[in-house]
């Protein structure tokens, strides 16, 4: 099953880096809603931290979330 | 120049910031002056950096022929009015929530800002506004206001 | 771009509404200044019933913006841990005694220390000063010495590598009574199709030295005997490949593959695991004992959809790992807009996770003992729930304070019946908790 995902996101990389993928996305100045703070994968990171902590210390899994994209894309 | 003349000028290129604000640029109205042409929008944090600077440019290049636009790509006017209710610029500023302006000039990142010469042509474009690229763009548009 | 047109004069567009605004010398609205720093704090209260374990834990953190998308993080967390941990072993009708991890050695009759020396050559010396703890019938048997404080600080520094690309590292220190912990991460994200998609890889190492309180025990051992040893050390590596993607004005998804593999000492010193007889009574406890290396890999998709003024945020996460645990994750928050400064956010978190493999709730009596195994309910069978709520508001002076509550619940699944002398005792309660949160964000 991993490597079923691995491959499609492999594939999902490859897609949008080389064909473009031009028609999924917004244009440069549509991206007020993404800009909104609280649409940020990160919005809010001391809660994220703290859940975090706790099911670390009671569950098996920990983990999983990245870094960049979305925002306002400004600069 | 005397102070009455340079209101009187100023008065006469400027549009302020309200409702009332213009929807459309006709960039053959222009002919004659070089164009400061900016894409800006309330939620563009660099654009707070590059205002301050749009109303110096404005001020200092007014009297040899420089036009500053800001165009505002906003999809709520209300979030453009409390942006230039803070800042408060004196130079134009043009509506264009559905980015048909936007599209025209194929903005490909925010804020967008183009030179535009005399002759209604763009000669220089840039993406982004940092406070380093504050000299370059003194430069050019020294460059261009020289020409005829 | 060319645009040739017959020239005209520029006609006085609205020059008169704009004449007071040209001949002013009105002054730019500059009490709008860029803020620089932004404090994020908060102070968490975790409590589970029971008399289990209780925390309470302040966090602050400092992030300063130095322009041009460079900016410095630092967090400070200091958490005090108190109450009561599972110490593995079964509940039982009558009283139970333990030692308490501090157990410095057991002293021979002879008087002399005794030493042991384990199968691999090790040296470890018996215990003397052996400190009791007896647990009630009918009880889960908790260790009552559970309490500890941690402090952890970790900083990163963000910054732009040329137009498309963006560079993150950091470091983090944590040091508690038993254990201390030093990483290091980085990470680079690149933009392509105008910001639309940015492909992000990661990677993190981190080095633990273990310190159990009376020396880590020898795994397996009878816990009898309170074998110990000395400290232990386990390191950690993992790398993370994402990719984020603006699907349309409202919709932003992440996709992230991560994987990590950890080598050392797994092993928790403080748990055990109940050796149960054909007549369900308990005839002895064995330390637990876990493989000393784990490598995990997962799959996490976040999606983050603006509907209307709110905002929607689901994801879900499966893991598997070579301990033989699968786990599915899926959580749900809805920022629901309350006004123009205030809002509230319900949240529902579902987790359900298999077995280890060398998972046993107890060991039988008649069974050789296993080479390694462990009854820690966190690598048990269980489905938990979480339900909270959060309440945010924004003050005059534009800072935002807010307050969570969630409740969380672990149910164990596939808890062997109770037979014999375990009949009428629930061999696995399960898991009942809350976290109370106040937060508080501003900027200067």
């Given at each position: ?19 473009g ?55 | ?11 006469a ?9 213009d ?18 929008a ?26 500053v ?15 230039l ?15 048909a ?48 | ?44 209260y975790?409590?589970?019933d ?10 602050v ?45 057991l002293q021979?009759?002879s008087?002399e ?11 470890v ?13 009918g ?11 941690r ?17 993150s ?96 000492y ?7 695991l ?8 308990a ?39 070579n ?90 699944r ?31």
């Amino acid at each position: 099953m991993m490597r079923r995902v691995a491959a499609l996101a492999a594939l999902l990389c490859a897609v949008a880096a080389t064909s473009g993928c031009s028609t999924i996305g917004v244009k440069p100045w549509q991206r007020d809603l993404l800009a909104k703070p609280e649409m940020q994968l990160d919005a809010d990171p001391l809660d994220a931290a703290i859940d975090e902590h706790v099911y670390f210390s009671k569950e098996a899994s920990s983990g999983g979330r990245g870094f960049g994209g979305g925002g306002c894309g400004c600069n | 120049m005397t102070f009455a003349k340079f209101a009187a000028v100023c008065a006469a290129l400027i549009v302020c910031a309200s409702a009332r604000g213009d929807t459309t640029f006709d960039l053959a109205s222009y002919a004659g002056k070089v164009i400061y042409l900016d894409f800006w929008a309330s939620w563009c944090a660099p654009c707070r950096q590059s205002f301050p600077w749009m109303d110096s440019v404005q001020r200092e290049y007014m009297s040899k022929g420089l036009v500053v636009v800001g165009v505002n790509v906003d999809q709520e006017r209300a979030l453009a009015e409390t942006f230039l209710k803070q800042m408060s610029p004196h130079f134009r500023i043009v509506f264009d929530p559905k980015g048909a302006l936007a599209e025209t000039y194929k903005v490909s990142g925010m804020p967008a800002s183009f030179i535009i010469d005399r002759h209604g042509t763009v000669r220089f474009h840039h993406l982004g506004f940092r406070d380093d690229a504050k000299p370059r763009l003194d430069a050019e548009l020294n460059t261009v206001l020289a020409e005829k | 771009m060319q645009l040739k047109k017959p020239g005209s004069v520029p006609t006085a567009l609205m020059a008169a509404s704009c004449a007071l605004l040209g001949a002013s010398t009105a002054k730019a609205d500059d009490s709008y200044e860029s803020d620089d720093w932004q404090v994020d704090s908060a102070l968490l209260y975790y409590k589970e019933d029971q008399q289990r374990v209780q925390a309470i834990e302040p966090v602050v953190s400092l992030k300063r913006d130095f322009g041009d998308d460079r900016s410095l993080g630092v967090k400070l967390t200091y958490d005090s841990l108190s109450g009561g941990s599972p110490n593995g072993a079964l509940p039982s009708h009558s009283p139970q005694t333990f030692a308490t991890p501090s157990g410095a050695s057991l002293q021979a009759p002879s008087g002399e220390p005794q030493t042991y020396t384990t199968s691999s050559g090790r040296v470890v010396a018996l215990l003397e000063k052996v400190t009791l703890y007896t647990t009630e019938p009918g009880q889960l048997p908790l260790d009552p010495n559970f309490h500890d404080q941690r402090v952890a600080f970790s900083t990163s520094w963000q910054q732009r590598l040329g137009e498309q690309m963006r560079l993150s590292v950091g470091g983090d220190l944590s040091h508690e009574q038993d254990f201390m912990s030093a990483g290091l991460n980085a990470a680079l994200a690149r933009d392509f199709n105008n910001k639309n998609t940015t492909l992000s890889f990661g990677t993190n190492l981190e080095a633990d030295a273990i310190r159990p309180i009376g020396g880590a025990p020898v795994g397996g051992t009878d816990y009898t005997q309170l074998q110990k040893g000395g400290n232990e050390s386990k390191t950690v590596g993992g790398v993370l490949f994402g990719v984020t993607q603006v699907l349309s004005r409202r919709w932003l998804a992440q996709l992230n593959y991560s994987y990590d593999a950890s080598h050392g000492y797994q092993t928790d010193p403080y748990k055990l695991l109940s050796v149960i007889d054909a007549g369900g009574n308990a005839v002895g406890y064995r330390f637990e004992n876990r493989p000393d290396n784990r490598t995990r890999q997962s799959v996490f998709l976040e999606n983050k959809l603006a509907l209307g003024r709110d905002v929607l945020d689901l994801s879900l996460r499966h893991m598997k790992d070579n301990w033989g645990i699968k786990s599915q994750t899926a959580d749900l928050r809805y920022r629901l807009e309350l006004g123009n400064a205030m809002y509230i956010e319900p949240h529902a978190r579902y987790y359900k996770q298999n077995a280890a493999s060398f998972y046993n709730l107890y060991l039988n009596a008649a069974d050789p003992a296993p080479d390694v195994m462990s009854a820690d309910p966190r690598l048990g069978a269980f489905d938990a729930m979480t339900y909270g709520l959060k309440l945010g508001m924004t003050l005059a002076d534009k800072s935002e304070v807010s307050i969570r509550l969630e409740q969380y619940r672990q149910n164990a699944r596939d808890v062997p019946a109770a037979f014999g002398q375990l009949q009428g005792l629930d061999l696995n309660p399960g898991l009942k908790s809350f976290i109370f949160q106040v937060g508080w964000r501003f900027s200067f």
